[in-house]
């Protein structure tokens, strides 16, 4: 073992583990350190400038990772990970949508006692201060939040045109959801730049002598040793390979956290040994811990969308995402002097978690109730092998009871007053003229994947090569047919809610046939960024891999902390539970190590 030792060693800088790098840190008595892959990339301009966020995808800020082909889907889906110090909280759209209360209490019925909603809201307030547009603040934690109120037309129209079919405005930090929403942005008002892990989290407290931080540092197996009187394997530290192309070693005393995200958190553990022995063996890998569920359950929002022709005397900021030597020259201009503008947002805050109204009327009830019984547990078309029949049955039950609820959120809605290429003949077409475009993505996907490694070569963990991430959109076929609805709905909203629709030319439906509506989102739909469940967190029998403490099922003082814990999707973006995972993490941790 290496002579350089530390009390805490944490593997990755991302979202979760600069939160932790900050909290562990604040007892002067822990040595603790972080190793990223990525670079500190908190000096680039397009990190900071809000507008620019879509330029770091197939950046070096970014992984670029690939799904393995997918049956039901037409297109390739590309998998933008965050590789950089602040992880996806460096790359991603900004949104801070805290999920629904009744996803939080989904996981504790699981068997994760202390994950009630209130310790949940407790910790994800202690991560932010809210920054509201009256000057008022909220909180005091060290990411700060934008949250403005609708001033623009297009958001105006958005939130009153949704009241008058029914679905008032919610609070988009209180837990209750189920109508329109202007979602909360990690930008700080002040600076008019991205707030995110790295200057929230690690910037206030770099000068720390208890912290260490090093970047280009790929950490490529823990050193497990199966030494404690329990027969639990001990985490003596780990093997990384530095910037500079030399395999070393850094010890640990205390603890040895993963935080390397959905993704590569999975990867880590195999790598070490930890996963289905038949897998490991098979590349060459001395099994630890035989665990199967390693690298299973990857859950992630699917989504498609509509787009919408506006008129021509309504502003939209289509000229802007055309590039547009005016426009561009006008938005840097206004940025640079008044911070505002298509370069100062995520342009994407005009939101809605809706319920789907149609399933509650009496012709509803009667289709929710054959869509329900897609739902058997031993249906071939329903399995997710190797999950187990119990989580398979818990998952479904919690699908079920928020399909049955009006109340409930089944789709999560962003607006925004531009041409999205959902329909396009590529990702990077923009249509000449006016429009509005409504991405619409599944909340609650019963689809389940996996990631798992596909080489133990080390020289791959700092690339996206070396494994196979297969979601396998749609395999469950309520999927489908519920997002086949939530399509429907959105051109029936459109087409009647005013004021929007007096800002729209006149539209002919589309979707009014099922099965033309299905046969559009398996040509049109997309994976969001939204990864999770790989290191799910509920009791191992069930399929878990860590316990309610973040704890490694087989390993004495190993943990996992980040979205990949979260056993069930969140209804929206998931930057917001995955700074509330990251500070109950570090609760876990302090009280355990001191």
Known sequence: MSSETYDIVIIGGGTSGLVLANRLSEDPDLQVIVLETGEDRSADPNTLTPGAWPLLSNSPADWTFHTA??????????????KALGGSSAINSFLFTPTSKATVEAWKSLGNEGWDYASYEEAMKKSFTLHKHSGA??????????LATPESHWEKAWIDGLKT???PESDPLSGN???PIIAPESIDPRTKQRSYATNAYLDPVRNRPNLAIRTETTVTKV????????????????QFISKDGVSRTIGARKEVVISAGAINSPRVLELSGIGGADLLRRLGIDVVVDNPHVGENLQNHLFTGLVFEARDDVETIDAFFRQEPDAVALAMQNYGTKGTGPLSTSNM???????????????????????????????????????????????????????????EPVGNYVFGPAYAPFDAPSPTHRAPGKYVSIAIELSHPLSRGSAHITSAAPEHASTNEGLVIDPRYLSHPLDLEVLARQVRF?????????????????????????EVTKDYIRRTADGAYHFTGTCSMMPRAM??????????YGCANLRVCDASIVPLEPTANPQAVVYAVAELGAGFIKADVQ
């Open 490 to 514: 959105t051109e029936d909203i459109i087409s009647r809610s005013e004021p929007l629709t007096r800002y729209l030319k006149p539209y002919t439906k589309r979707f009014t046939d099922l």
């Open 137 to 146: 603040t909220e909180g005091s934690g060290p990411l700060q939040l934008t």
């Open 223 to 238: 050193l497990l040793e199966k030494a404690s009187p329990t027969g639990d394997a001990v985490a003596k530290g780990v």
């Open 177 to 179: 959801l189920g109508g």
């Open 349 to 407: 805050i005009t939101m809605a978690q809706l319920p789907l109204p149609e399933l509650h009327t009496e012709d509803g009830q009667k289709d929710l109730d054959r869509l329900l019984s897609l739902l058997d547990p031993d249906s071939d078309a329903t399995r997710s092998p190797p999950t187990t029949p119990v989580f398979a049955a818990a998952h479904q039950a919690f699908v079920r009871s928020i399909l049955t609820n009006s109340s």
């Open 165 to 167: 079919v029914g679905l």
């Open 543 to 552: 399929g878990g891999v860590v316990d309610n403490k973040l704890r490694v």
């Open 69 to 82: 082909p997918q049956k039901d889907l037409a297109r390739q889906i590309t998998i933008p990970q965050g």
